[in-house]
Antibody, heavy 122, light 111 residues
Framework: EVQLVESGGGVVQPGGSLRLSCAAS????????MHWVRQAPGKGLEWVSL????????YYADSVKGRFTISRDNSKNSLYLQMNSLRTEDTALYYC???????????????WGQGTTVTVSS | QSALTQPPSASGSPGQSVTISCTGT?????????VSWYQQHPGKAPKLMIY???KRPSGVPDRFSGSKSGNTASLTVSGLQAEDEADYYC???????????FGGGTKLTVL
């Protein structure tokens, strides 16, 4: 069974840092690009970042560029999101998602985790 | 403000068809065939319903179809059923600088 399980969320003060993790199973992890997508309470989906299967290419939303870093460890079938200089507007449920395109990203997500909650508050 | 524009709500009676639009620009929807549609029920993770404008993943009913004309993509749900009531989001690739952009979402109500 294809599965994604996020962890690492929590409550952090503005300006603080947090590292999210996503454990993948049930598919050949390094064949697929991976995404982070977030959803603020009561709001819509916002794409955050994408990393290619080999980790060589990364993409970021303007709202997080320079503050967040996406990475992956293919030996551990794991995806990460390092979040620095956190702001109150970063408060959201963060989803890890698998791209549907094998080897080349299709820029769409066919498998989603259940999300991990990040709250930025003083 | 979302990069792609969707109507906030749509509705239809059981058995009817409803179409949800997703309007972008030539830099996203109009420039690439990487448009996807997602269904999200309350408290649940999104589910991919359409990818590459009009392709359906395995397991998605053929009542769901997608299309694109110029800078506007559309999702049509035919033969509406009660379980189709959900939020629907479109997304598109927007180039290497912007990555992926989402629409603001459309709440579909089955009357």
């Amino acid at each position: 069974e294809v599965q994604l399980v996020e962890s690492g969320g929590g409550v952090v003060q503005p300006g603080g840092s947090l590292r999210l993790s996503c454990a993948a199973s049930g598919f050949t992890f390094d064949d697929y690009a991976m995404h982070w997508v977030r959803q603020a309470p009561g709001k819509g989906l916002e794409w955050v970042s994408l990393i290619s299967g080999d980790g060589g290419s990364t993409y970021y939303a303007d709202s997080v560029k320079g503050r967040f870093t996406i990475s992956r460890d293919n030996s551990k079938n794991s995806l990460y999101l390092q979040m620095n200089s956190l702001r109150t507007e970063d408060t959201a449920l963060y989803y890890c998602a698998k791209d549907y395109g094998r080897h080349l990203p299709g820029f769409g997500m066919d498998v989603w985790g259940q999300g991990t909650t990040v709250t930025v508050s003083s | 403000q979302s990069a792609l524009t969707q109507p906030p709500s749509a509705s239809g009676s059981p058995g009817q068809s409803v179409t949800i639009s997703c309007t972008g620009t030539s830099s996203d929807v109009g420039g690439y065939n990487y448009v996807s549609w997602y269904q999200q029920h309350p408290g649940k993770a999104p589910k991919l319903m359409i990818y590459e404008v009009s392709k359906r993943p395995s397991g998605v009913p053929d009542r769901f179809s997608g299309s694109k004309s110029g800078n506007t993509a559309s999702l049509t749900v035919s033969g509406l059923q009660a379980e189709d009531e959900a939020d629907y989001y479109c997304s598109s690739y927007a180039g290497s600088n912007k990555g992926v952009v989402f629409g603001g979402g459309t709440k579909l109500t089955v009357l």
